[in-house]
């Protein structure tokens, strides 16, 4: 963990916190080696998230595509 906390210039109390929240979501997996954790993501769940994620890109996309066209058709509309 205290690689994890200087990496993201975190002190290691902050840094635990945000690793014990990320544990309890099943984000992350620990093994105990000696006296060091390695935490690992678990990509399964992210996986998941993006698949999710993934159907309201398409229709943000396609709203901000039809924004896009709609202000170009504003753009060269002549000035009455």
């Known amino acids: 963990m205290g690689e994890i ?17 990320l544990l ?3 984000l992350v997996e620990v093994e105990a080696e000696a ?6 993501l678990r990509i399964e769940p992210l996986k998941e998230l993006d ?3 993934e159907r309201y890109r398409r229709i943000w996309n396609e709203r901000y595509d039809n924004l896009e066209r709609y202000l170009q058709q504003l753009q060269v509309k002549p000035k009455e």
Do not use: D, I, M, T
């Not at 290691?12 to 916190?17: F, G, L, N, R, V």
């Not at 006296?35 to 690992?40: L, M």
């Open 5 to 21: 906390a200087k990496s993201l210039q975190l002190r290691q109390p902050q840094a635990s916190k945000h690793l014990r929240v």
């Open 35 to 40: 006296n060091r954790r390695n935490y690992k």
């Open 51 to 53: 698949e999710w994620l």
């Open 24 to 26: 309890e979501a099943g």
